[in-house]
């Protein structure tokens, strides 16, 4: 806090005790603890404090997740029991100066020569900057369009520290995470062997997005260690602060601030050690680990704050370590991906697994009642053809007047659906002026929509009536 000094000392008794073995198997010198042995350990060291407890991760993040997955037997011989002894820290390195959230577009180049790779650029923003021996590395190995389009263009690479042209450019005075080096690193044409490519040429990608599940998860948590600790300063502090002659914890207003606080951390931790759970059993975490990022780094910006609130000034001074966890939080909502992008992470990925689940309900208009409601039974099929498409539209307007219908919609109206057959009924429809239909960013059509004139032409207006019994008979024309 006052001294800005990186606990080297305290990193080396972490080391001693194996715990940055803890993912790395027994047969490598490892604790074969898992992904929720690594978040145990992520979490506790984060209680003494950030610069301990992000070294610790990202050193787990930056070349052990990355080894264990795609290395070559001789690479996670020759490195897996030199970190599980915690001999060597390591380092991620996919941030440039130009590029951040859009990791595909890395400008730091690899160029093959014979049997190594020449690599030229820069890297910033990086965590254990100098202070790790090995620095995974992911730079761009193809300029083909058709590579890139692919995200084939990026290869993943393991550096050491002291080879030549490979130096620390800068270091970061962070709002945060004080006494953690973070820092720009310069690479002017470093040789590095072939032989320190992690997976192949061209599946650089493929490797970052692989670990960053891994990643996330462990980052969060790193959050729940001042989490906890911002917990119990604030109860602590409020049973023995009296205003109004009582305790400052008897206050409704605290108490309901600490349940805030204790139901944020629950929660967290139950997201935090599900995804890693999730990544044990081999499963796909992508997006439990980005729900797990998103929902705890928000969390603990919140949670710190109600803590300081709770503390009143003395919160806010340096003489207690509260304040110094509202700066440390505000990164948790930028690094790993920020928070906006764990929000496409889990829009996108979230859907896709729910796909299922996320069908429109067939709608019809219910026999008696007259009115739409969810159909019991699938719809008869109509065989494809100009009427039939439209006499669906017309339908569906019926049951959802303010909606078009999707391409899925319409094939499960009709017999047999064939896409070609159904785009030039469509658009036969379309030239007519009877439908009207939307294009997605291909051109493909994606969504129809019946119009007043193809309203008028599957059906006269009687098809479309319908009033409440309750409404008096003079109302209606
Ligand atoms: C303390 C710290 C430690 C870090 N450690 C490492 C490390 O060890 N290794 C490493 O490689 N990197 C590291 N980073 C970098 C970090 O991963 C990036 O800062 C982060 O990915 C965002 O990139 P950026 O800062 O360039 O922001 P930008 O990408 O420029 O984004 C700026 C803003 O625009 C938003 N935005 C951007 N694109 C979109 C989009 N498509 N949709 C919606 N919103 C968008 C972002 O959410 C953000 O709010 C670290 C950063 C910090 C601050």
Redesign the pocket.
Known sequence: MWTKKFPSDLLKKVAGKGWFGAVIPQRYGGMNAGVTGVAIVAEELSRVGSALGEAYS?SMFGGVEQLLAFGTDDQKEKWLPRIARGEVVG?????EPSV???AAAIETTATKEHDYFLLDGK?R???NAGLADIYVVYAKTSEKPEDKSKYQHLTAFLLEKGTAGFSLEKINE?GG?LSLP?GFLDFNKVKIPADNMIGKEGEGWKVMMAGLNFERTVYSSGMLGPIRESIRYATAYAQRRVQFGRPTIDIPTNQFKIADMLSGLYTARLLVYHAARLLDEHKDAMVEAATAKLFTSDAYEKLISDAIQVMGGDGWTRFYPVESYLRDAK?NQ?????N??MK?VIFRGGLKAMSKDLKMPHRQIHEKLGVPTSATKPLPKLEPNESNVLKALAEDYQVNPGLFMNREDLKERLKNPDDKRLDHLLVALEEKGLIRLYRDSHGTIALGKAMYKGLREAGPLENYKWYPDWLSKEFIF
Do not use: H, P, Q
Request: glycine share 12%; with cysteine; hydrophobic share 50%.
């Open positions: 990202v380092a991620v390195c996919i941030t951040g959230s859009d890297k923003f990086i965590t962070l995470w973070n990164v930028i690094g790993a991906g920020t906006d992008i496409l």
